[in-house]
Every structure is written in structure tokens, then in C-alpha cells.
């Protein structure tokens, strides 16, 4: 290791006096290439060191200090050092005739393994970030290792199936047990439970396996948090994301919920004419939605009837203003009024008043207004009986106002 080293310092003096004039950037530049270069031999070295002193057969468990060497075609390992190559020796018990590789079994590594375990990890990492080719792209740059795209697809999917598999156990153990899964971390009793749900789409793959542009494959990505609210602020948020239907993701969202305590029982309540058969009191969730159906009808419904269902303040108001243009036109007198007394009515929690318009009043036809049926259907959903006065009000809705969960 000493030799390496003394090596990469040679190397930065005659760089220094060959060139006396480069720039910072050369300078930097170059002690990175040999420091890169010294950090991936210092590894390779190090890995090679590896084993037992004294390694016994794994077979018989006679000592194999005579046992037969033979030097193998060093292992290529892709690594955060870079590339580099593990000394190989197999090992042949003159007793038994068995043979193995020492090294392997204490480092870890697979038999057909080349890329190393932390590695894996950043690949995976990047690759939830962005594409699988511009993760690759800034792996190099940033860090001088070298990957190929289509490897680091495979260690991100599988980094990914593995995630998946181990929510989709969780889910089923939530389902059978009604009790939080593995890793419960509930917000803290002053704090309320807030779930929020809502869709985003994204563009899936821009290219096809085999390179052929794709013109746009949107895809609706649903996504769920669950986290604290205290003080007119949202704290220690999680979040669940995932292509697929509302009912499919509805249990992903509850058992993240149920993780952060939505399963916690309060109280109990009722008693059974046989004396039994108390109901648990969940404790409360509150759940905010943007008006999309699957939100109220698979989400919010996957929590206790304690539940408080809030239409976010910024699609409130747009519901309110889609709805006031479909009656009385872009823009009026009437569309504003309308559009001040629903927030009005929206806030105090009084729905009721909000839906009358669409319903009574025909459309300039004389029909029903193009669209604002639609609209007013979302808008009833909130729960009157269930006051929002529980809550801060008008912290959350300033920061529904300035952070709509729907955009
Ligand atoms: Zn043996």
C-alpha cells in the first residue's frame, strides 16, 4: 500500500513541475484522477488481505495451512472506489480433496457478483431520483465510477421489488392482525394524525427497450403521506407512492397510516346487550384530499368513522370558481360573489350551501351548466358533522392556500 501511495505522490509532483502554469481546475482535476486511482487500488489490496489466518476445510476442518494454492483470474468488482480486482486463490484440501475460496465467503460476495453492495445502493438510490441514464451519467461525474445503464436498471428494480415486497408483507400483516406494522412510529399525542392522498402524473419511460423514442407514456402515479400537525406546521411526514388503482393503493396508504398510529385505540365505547362487544375508538385521522372521488371513497374510508374529511383550501376555491363560470360566465360580478361566500362557506364548514347553485339554477340552455355537476359533487364531501373548529383552522388553511396538495 506504501508503494501505491508513494506512487500517486511521484505522480502529483511530476504533474507539478511538468506543469507550472496549469489552473486550479487542471490541478483539481488531476489529484482526484490519481486519488480515484489510489483509492480503488487500496481496496482491491485490502479486499485481498481478506480471510481467516488459518483457514480450516470447510468440509473436513482439518487445518489447510499445506493445503494446495492455486491463483485464480482476479475478480473484477465494480465499487464507489471504482473498478477494482480482488486477488482470487483456491484452496484444495490435501485430505479430502475438497476446494474453496477463502476470500469470497468472508467478503460476502457472490459467486457471479461484479458490482459491490454499496454501489448497489447508490445505483438504486440515483435511480429513484431520476432516469436510469441520467443517474448513470452523474454517478460518473460526480463520483468517476463508471456504470452501465442497463445495470443500473437491474439494481434499482431490484432494490425497488425488494421495497415493494417487504410493504406488501406489511400490508397483509395489517389486513390479518389490524395491529401497525414492523417499524411503528406514531406522531406524538399532541400532535394530529394527518393523511393526505392525491395523483400526479408522470412520464414512465421515454424510450422503449429497444431505443425507440417514446411519445409520451403518461401514467398516474398516486401518492400518500401520513405525518404529524402541530403548531400550524406538518411534521416528520412519510410518504407511500405507486402506479396502480385506488383500491390497491388505498391499503398501501392505511397500513403507512396505520404505522404512524391511525390503528392507536382511544377510548371504547358501547356496550353489548350481553354485557361484551365494546366498539374501539380509533384515533382521529385527518384526511385531505384535492375532490378526487378515490380519495373519499377507497382512502379516507380505510380509516375509523372518527375521521375529519378536508377538501384542500387551493381546489376548493377552484371548484368554487369552476363552478361560478359554468353558471354565470367567465369572469362576472356573480361567478366573484359566488367564488367569496363557497371559501367563506368552505371554511366554516358548511357545505350544504355549496352545492344548491348547480342544482337549481339552469345552465344559459336552460340545462344543466356544462361541467358543474361534476364539480358540485366533490364539494358536499366534506363532513359538516364533523366541525373543523377541532383543529387549528386558520393555520391549515393558510397552508392549504400556499401549498395545495394537488399541484
Ligand atoms: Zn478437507
Given amino acids: 500500500m506504501l508503494a501505491s501511495a508513494s506512487d500517486a505522490v511521484n505522480a502529483l509532483c511530476t504533474f507539478a513541475q511538468d506543469q507550472p502554469l496549469a489552473d486550479f481546475g487542471a490541478r483539481e482535476e488531476r489529484v482526484l484522477e490519481v486519488g480515484r486511482a489510489l483509492v480503488a487500488t487500496w481496496l482491491g489490496q485490502l479486499a485481498g488481505a481478506a480471510g481467516p489466518r488459518t483457514p480450516a476445510c470447510p468440509k473436513c476442518g482439518v487445518h489447510s495451512l499445506n493445503a494446495v494454492r492455486r491463483r485464480r483470474k482476479p475478480r473484477t468488482m465494480n465499487s464507489r472506489c471504482g473498478t477494482v480486482y480482488i486477488p482470487r486463490v483456491r484452496l484444495t484440501c490435501r485430505g479430502c480433496k475438497h476446494s474453496w475460496l477463502p476470500l469470497q465467503s468472508v467478503l460476502g460476495v457472490d459467486a457471479k457478483q461484479r458490482t459491490s453492495g454499496g454501489l448497489q445502493h447508490w445505483e438504486a438510490l440515483l435511480g429513484g431520483l431520476t432516469i436510469f441514464a441520467e443517474a448513470a451519467q452523474l454517478l460518473e461525474t460526480l463520483a468517476g465510477v463508471q456504470v452501465g445503464t442497463e445495470t443500473l436498471r437491474t439494481h434499482a428494480e431490484a432494490a425497488g421489488t425488494e421495497l415493494e415486497g417487504e410493504q406488501r408483507t406489511a400490508m397483509a400483516q395489517v389486513e390479518a392482525t389490524q395491529e401497525p406494522p414492523l417499524g411503528y412510529a406514531p406522531v406524538t399525542n399532541d400532535q394530529t394524525l394527518v393523511v393526505e392522498a392525491d395523483g400526479v ?90 375532490g378526487a372521488k378515490w380519495i373519499w371513497e377507497h382512502v379516507a374510508t380505510t380509516f375509523g368513522s372518527e375521521r375529519v374529511e378536508i377538501l384542500d383550501w387551493y381546489h376548493c376555491c377552484q371548484h368554487v370558481g369552476t363552478v361560478g363560470a359554468a353558471l354565470c360566465g367567465v369572469d362576472t360580478p356573480e361567478t366573484s360573489t359566488l367564488g367569496r361566500s363557497g371559501q367563506g362557506s368552505a371554511l366554516g364548514a358548511r357545505s350544504d350551501g355549496l352545492a344548491e347553485p348547480a342544482h337549481t339554477t339552469p345552465g344559459a340552455d336552460g340545462g344543466t351548466p356544462k361541467g358543474a355537476e361534476h364539480r358540485t359533487r366533490l364539494l358536499p364531501r366534506q363532513r359538516p358533522a364533523h366541525a373543523v373548529s377541532h383543529l387549528p383552522r386558520a393555520g391549515l388553511a393558510h397552508w392549504f392556500g400556499c401549498r395545495g396538495v394537488g399541484r
Avoid at 266 to 284: P, Q
Fill in 201 to 290: 402524473m408522470a412520464r414512465y419511460r421515454d424510450r422503449d427497450l429497444d431505443g425507440t423514442l417514446i411519445n409520451g407514456e403518461w401514467h398516474e402515479i398516486k401518492l400518500g403521506l401520513a405525518g404529524g400537525w402541530q403548531d400550524g406546521e406538518l411534521v416528520n411526514p412519510s410518504y407511500v407512492a405507486a402506479r396502480e388503482t385506488a383500491s390497491q393503493f388505498a391499503p398501501r396508504l392505511g397500513t403507512e397510516a396505520a404505522r404512524r398510529g391511525a390503528l392507536d385505540i382511544v377510548d371504547w365505547r358501547g356496550l353489548g346487550t350481553d354485557g361484551g362487544g365494546e366498539e374501539a375508538v380509533l384515533r382521529r385521522v385527518v384526511v385531505i384530499g384535492d
